[in-house]
């Protein structure tokens, strides 16, 4: 049976999927301080995310009896950044007319979810990709296995928050899948008879809030770890040689294979340390600190940045994020066959547009979206990894 629906009914029900998809699959995002705008950006136009890092609220006052107050007043700090890069992420789909005129049917809801959804964890592995040691160094718990990852773990993460003096409102869990998972399974938050939700969070999939942080599970949230590189080790000046290595000043790096005694070993996780040329660089045991002492010459082996980001506590300020819609030129719209925008009620805006290509006889339906992040205060994340293996 060939396809009858009504094509602007088609297009109506493919955006709608496609930003509930969106919404439902961005939902980590709004642990962070993310403003929605549906006001187009043109030419240099720039978009303001509050930022509060955690030590703008200065230390209490004592006042002596009588005291003036205005003498105790200090400057109250409310910040914002302003984000002038922006990518663009797009989902896409061809087909020629014989193509579109063989398919035996059309479901046009399925197409809109499937698209959101990919263009949702592409964004969230873009925004995610910040999340490293040279970013936010501070210090976590005890790395932990998925299989071990429980209320136990969730428990020590708030003590270290509530330790680091972060405030009460406003803490998440952002977990990759099997984390997220293992901690589905346990009894305390799975079980309906000892929750308040009724079930949900079995219904749903969804951990919830637990012991004060709320708690998503995100596939979009990636390790950040890359592939080994050849590297050499020279002893006289601890240099590590590793061509087009792509480090950044406190990467997080591994050694998984060394050959000859150095003051390295295939176990160690170390830091990076720019050095003047550019493929040599030196590590260090810690964030920052000296260069370790390589012992023995002409050792060999690989080297790759190893993060291992398994899953991030976070508070609103950690991430800054910006969404809004850059329209095409008039010149540019006056060639597509269609173009809309659609957004929801809180501003998040998916563009749609339909171009054809007659000498090929082939037409391009395209969803995107426009968005701009930066690295917020280092103070309010922390990483949750597992063992080194």
Not at 187 to 192: F, V
Not at 229 to 253: K, N, P, S, W, Y
Request: hydrophobic share 40%.
């Amino acid at each position: 049976m060939s396809n009858t629906i009504d094509s602007a009914l088609q297009l109506s029900e493919v955006l709608d999927s496609s930003m509930r998809a969106l919404k439902r699959t961005l939902l980590p995002l709004l642990s962070f301080s993310t403003v929605f705008r549906n006001v187009h950006l043109k030419g240099n136009d720039k978009m303001a995310i509050p930022f509060y890092p955690l030590t703008a609220t200065g230390t209490s006052q004592s006042r002596a009896a009588n005291g003036s107050y205005k003498a105790l007043v200090t400057n109250t700090v409310t910040d914002s950044r302003e984000m002038t890069t922006w990518y663009n992420k797009v989902q896409a789909l061809s087909f020629t007319g014989a193509e579109r005129a063989r398919q035996p049917a059309f479901n046009p809801e399925m197409h809109g979810r499937l698209k959101g959804e990919a263009l949702a964890y592409d964004v969230l592995a873009h925004i995610f990709g910040v999340v490293g040691a040279a970013n936010y160094p501070g210090t976590t718990i005890t790395p932990v296995t998925a299989g071990n990852f429980d209320e136990s773990e969730v428990a020590d993460m708030m003590q270290l928050c509530a330790d680091d003096h972060w405030p009460e409102m406003g803490r998440s869990l952002i977990l990759g899948t099997s984390y997220g998972a293992n901690l589905l399974k346990q009894g305390q938050i799975i079980d309906a008879s000892k929750r308040g939700d009724g079930g949900a969070s079995f219904r749903s999939g969804r951990v919830g809030d637990v012991l004060g942080f709320d708690t998503h599970v995100s596939a979009g949230l990636v390790p950040n770890n890359t592939t080994a590189i050849a590297c050499t080790i020279e002893a006289d000046d601890d240099i590590v040689t590793a061509a087009l290595h792509g480090f950044a000043d406190g990467d997080r790096v591994i050694f998984p294979t060394l050959t000859g005694g150095t003051g390295l070993t295939a176990a160690t996780v170390a830091y990076f340390v720019r050095d003047a040329t550019t493929n040599a660089f030196k590590v260090a045991a810690t964030p920052g600190g000296a260069a370790i002492n390589v012992t023995v010459d002409a050792s060999a082996g690989t080297v790759r940045k190893y993060e291992d980001v398994r899953g991030i506590a976070v508070l609103p300020s950690a991430i800054l994020v910006g969404f809004s819609p850059v329209p095409p030129t008039d010149g540019v719209r006056k060639k597509l066959v269609d173009y809309q925008e659609l957004s929801d009620e809180n501003g998040l805006t998916i563009q749609y547009r339909r171009i054809a290509y007659d000498d090929t006889d082939e037409e391009v339906q395209a969803m995107e979206v426009h968005y701009s992040f930066e690295v917020g205060d280092a103070a309010q994340l922390k990483i949750i990894r597992s063992p080194l293996a």
